[in-house]
C-alpha cells in the first residue's frame, strides 16, 4: 500500500476561483495528470461534471479558517536534512535540495562562498557556518511560485 499526502481544503473554488466559504459543502477530486496527484476543490455553484483524470471525489465542509501560528523550524534539523539530501545526491531531490540550501542561507546557517558552472550547469557554492565542508548545490532556477511551494513542503503548510 503506498501513502499519498492531500493537501487540506483549498481556499478558492478551481471552478469559479471565488472564495470558498467556511461552514459550506464544497466537492474535492484528486486527478492525476502526468503522473502526478492534484486536488481541486469546487464550491456546489463551480461544481461541474468529474474533470479528467479524475482519481477520486468527496464531498467535504469547508473548514474554518486556522489562526496563523508560524511554524518555527530547527535550524539544526534542516542542515542535517541537507546534509543527508547531499549525501545521497539524488536528482530527484535537487530542487527540494536547493529550497534548504536557500533557506538555510536565509537564516545564516550557510554561506554563500560563490557560483560554479560544471558542464553548462550552474551551481550555488556554499558552506557550514559551524565547519561544515563546502557544498555544490546545482541551481534549479525555479519561480517564486515553485519556491513557494517547496517552502510550503517543509513549513507543513
Keep these: ?16 476561483g471565488e472564495e470558498l466559504v467556511p461552514g459550506s459543502l464544497c466537492h474535492s477530486v484528486l486527478v492525476e495528470s502526468n503522473g502526478e496527484l492534484s486536488r481541486l476543490d469546487y464550491s456546489e455553484a463551480g461544481w461541474v461534471p468529474p474533470p479528467a483524470g479524475l ?22 534539523d534542516l542542515m542535517r536534512q541537507f546534509e543527508q539530501l547531499n ?33 553548462e550547469q550552474e551551481f550555488l557554492e556554499v558552506t557550514g557556518t559551524r565547519g561544515e565542508g ?18 510550503n513542503a517543509v513549513f507543513g503548510t
Design 87 to 119: 549525501e545521497e545526491a539524488s536528482p530527484s531531490h535537487d530542487k527540494f535540495r536547493y529550497v534548504l540550501a536557500l533557506l538555510l542561507l536565509q537564516r545564516r546557517r550557510l554561506r554563500l562562498d560563490g557560483t560554479k558552472t560544471i558542464d
Design 134 to 151: 563546502t557544498f555544490l548545490v546545482p541551481d534549479q532556477q525555479l519561480n517564486d511560485t515553485e519556491v513557494q511551494e517547496l517552502q
Design 1 to 16: 500500500m503506498q501513502d499519498y499526502r492531500v493537501k487540506p481544503v483549498g481556499r478558492t473554488c478551481s471552478g469559479t
Design 55 to 76: 482519481v477520486a471525489h468527496w464531498r467535504c465542509e469547508v473548514p474554518e479558517p486556522m489562526t496563523s501560528v508560524k511554524k518555527s523550524l530547527d535550524v539544526d
